[in-house]
């Protein structure tokens, strides 16, 4: 619904005055042009508020939401047609990577990103490099024919693991090169999500547990490997594994998120001892990484699929609020089925009604008549209902059309990624044991002072706005609103534009 109010009470008294003594007289008295003056400056005071409503879809969003596993959208037969998906998850051996020397197998990696890219999606994956598997190791097999070291480990009951030595000089310069070389490809590529930061650990989740041969690399080695990636990769996101208490502190001081991968294990393992209840609280303490959303995304995995929660008798609501009070952006349910259950369906879309950001337009006034090449001042009210920040530069953008054609795309100075959702300020014993749900973010009001452009023709004009990316004004965030047009624009109202053209 629209309002129209003054937008100035002088403006207002003055235009009343002037209705009142008419044309006649005002002309008398300040001339036609003052006349003319007048009747634009009375009219450019009246301001019009739309109030969107509000939406409650499953959005699609760049940068957030529900993983698929080693598959695109389009070949995943566990994803129901009413989860979205935008991100393509993967992990890969650095020798399937590096089959050869020297030789990273670009064509590889370039046809998994034009698969995902054809499917709507970006890529985010890994690279591991120690293996639980016997006779499928992930390190290359060209590794100990140059000189590399690899080790015989041991993972509960199996043997003879084979795994690179991370602490051999000449083993670490070789996979710290691969790591250069990968990021002089693929850093800030289009078609890139982010990068998990592997390569340590089990299936590169920086711990060696069940073994009693294998070793972390030293404190310092794991550090240059760190480095090495945040060297290689400045524009893409990288995501440390929440496994390594020291690695995450110093990944999270260089600017990684992190990500977590058994989400849901509230007892599997042991009947004493879960990741949920034991292992998360204390490693996001003890990292001190307990504010790191604000800055980094938080992504999740989850322990075994969601079909082993419901077999074991967990509650969906508890495990799935846990994921959002620590501001999840992403979810990874490896391609599984869903769980059977008539609870299961709106128990994830609620869930997928949280996860990552998700931002609705609650107001916007907007002048009702404005002036070719005259600045405009748009005010709005925005706010945050989903668990987490954008992290992306994105830009407020307004769209101008007239019946005729005409199109004009105006970007203010307003970019989203600081609008903070809800947050549980501490976390505490009691919250890790039953999580609140989130509040919504706090009420965002932004102003946006735009120049109509100078050319543009006099008449009725659709405003629309929208949010478009950092180099181009292309809709690319779908807002919590309804009335989303074919090209991403949510058209809102009407205003005029007058122009006179070259003034004497």
Known sequence: ??????????????????LAVGAGSVAAI??????????????????????????????????????????????????????????????????????????????????????TRRAGQQLAFRVMCCSTSPGRPYHPAWLKDVGGVVLAADYGNQQDLLIPDLDDPFTLDLHLDFIKRLGARYDGHPDIDHLDLGTVGWWGEWHMSSSKSAKMPSADNCKKIIDAYHAAFTKTPLLMLIGGRECLTYAAQRGAGWRADCLGDMGGFSKTWCHMCDAYPSLVREAGVDNLWKTAPVAWETCWDMRRWVQEGWSLRFIFNYALALHGSYLNNKSAPLPEGENVRPEVERFLRRLGYRLVLRELTHPRTLRAGEPAVLNMKWQNVGSAPCYRPYRVAYRLANTSGYQAVLVGGTTVEKWMPGSVETFTDAFFDQPADLPPGPMVEVSDRLTVPADIPAGRYRLAVGIVGPDDDRPVVRLAIKGRDKDGWYPLGETSVLNQGPQP
């Open 1 to 18: 619904m629209a309002n129209e109010h003054a937008g100035n009470r002088n403006v207002s008294l003055s235009r009343r005055r002037f």
């Open 30 to 115: 300040v001339g036609a042009a003052g006349q003319a003056h007048a009747e634009a400056a009375a009219a450019r005071s009246v301001v019009i508020t739309v109030t969107p409503q509000e939406s409650d879809e499953l959005l699609a969003n760049p940068g957030m939401g529900w993983q698929t596993f080693h598959r695109t959208r389009d070949a995943d037969k566990s994803l129901p047609d009413w989860i979205p998906s935008t991100v393509h998850y993967a992990r890969w051996g650095w020798g399937v990577l590096e089959p050869e020397q020297g030789k990273i197998d670009y064509a590889f990696l370039d046809g998994v990103l034009e698969q």
